[in-house]
């Protein structure tokens, strides 16, 4: 199976290297973007014990050193607490400004160990080797790296373009189905903002999604190199990636981070249709074809929790500027609109949102 290139420009240009077997050769490919030094590989409980060994044989096989950090898997480790001893390893082990961090993991540790590279020696250069669905076509590219703090999800970060993204398919055979999923809604995302193509593709169900991988999520990383190329910093038409993640981060935060993320912006997505529907903003019908590919790929559709529940979220939302909040809207599958309102209207449009008013 050959290898895809999606070129990402930037403050920093980069590739995004998608394909098959690519993790047994870690060494030669990062070789290709950095002189051997000191690595540190930063990981987490469930994916250091399946890939660990096998980046960092590669990688010394190059001549790179390396050294390891893994810390508790789970959204409770994206924290400034992990992250400062992510920063007090690396100063342990003696790591320069010449050196070089790897983010082997999923969207916590890209984040995670992006932010702690934009900040360590007030920043140093960083491979992003996502190991999921969710991190290959969102995380792991675009440059932006946080950590939730408790006032809020991602408040604290900076962008820190990789030096390459790494992206071994074959990593996905190994989670768990509703970790598979969970990036499915991401790349329903890209469909829903601007690929009918790809939401083809979701409508046939996970199996035809897995067969067709490789493409799915070339696809999705290229829609999302376009808004970065055009928005690196987040200030206009990168916003349109926000779209499903006004209410879907305030349902993770209702939750307590205890639903997946892109569990939350699939019903973010349905919400924000469902409302945009009863304002005459989105064509009819649109939510319930999106309902189905949702359903169609084991994706949570509603919430229980209420409209004053999410609300208190949504308006700790970092997206909010000053009294108003920007929220993207479909205006029909694979076409969407920004509709900045007054955050006291933010209320009603979650109750339009939710199922109880259709």
């Given amino acids: 199976m050959s290898t895809k290139t999606i070129h990402v420009t930037a403050s920093r240009d980069y590739d995004v290297l998608i394909g098959s077997g690519l993790m047994n050769d870690t060494g030669k490919l990062v070789k290709e973007v950095h002189e051997p030094c000191k690595v540190a590989i930063v990981s987490d409980s469930n994916v250091a014990p399946l890939y660990m060994k096998t980046v960092r044989e590669s990688l010394e096989a190059e001549g790179f050193e390396t050294v390891q950090f893994v810390f508790p898997a789970g959204e409770s480790s994206k924290t400034l607490d992990v ?9 342990s082990k003696r790591l320069t400004r010449t050196d070089l961090f790897v983010a082997l993991g999923g969207g916590v540790t890209g984040d995670l160990t992006g932010f ?16 999921s669905l969710l991190a290959a076509v969102d995380s792991s590219v675009g440059g932006k790296t946080a950590v939730d703090i408790p006032a809020g999800k991602n408040l604290v970060g900076a962008f820190k373009q990789p030096l390459r993204v790494i992206c071994d398919i074959d990593a996905f055979e190994t989670l ?7 990036g499915c809604a991401e790349c329903i995302k890209y469909g829903v903002l601007e690929s009918p193509r790809l939401l083809e593709v979701f409508s046939e169900g996970t199996e035809a999604v897995k067969a067709n991988i490789t493409e799915v999520v070339a696809e999705s990383v290229q829609i999302k190199a376009n808004y970065v190329a055009n928005d690196e910093f987040d200030t206009g038409v990168r916003r349109y990636l926000n ?14 981070y205890r639903l997946m993320h892109g569990h939350c912006v699939a019903i973010g997505m349905v919400m924000i249709s469902r409302a945009g529907e009863a304002l005459g903003i989105t064509e009819a019908g649109t939510t319930e074809k999106l309902i189905a590919i949702c359903e169609k790929n084991s994706l949570p559709v509603s919430c229980d929790f209420s409209t004053k529940t999410l609300l208190d979220g949504a308006l700790s939302d970092k997206k909010r500027m000053g009294g108003n909040i920007a929220l993207i809207i ?3 599958l694979g076409k969407c609109m920004t509709h900045t309102v007054p955050v006291e209207e933010l209320e009603h449009i979650i109750e339009l949102g939710k199922e109880t008013s259709v």
Avoid: W
């Fill in 176 to 182: 768990p189905d509703v970790v598979f999923h969970d």
């Fill in 116 to 131: 702690a590279a934009a900040s360590f020696l007030r920043g140093i250069d960083y491979i992003q080797m996502p190991t």
């Fill in 330 to 332: 479909p205006e029909r």
């Fill in 243 to 256: 779209l499903g993640h006004t209410i879907g981060h305030a349902i993770e935060r209702s939750a307590k």
């Fill in 83 to 91: 992250m400062g001893a992510v920063l007090n390893f690396c100063a």
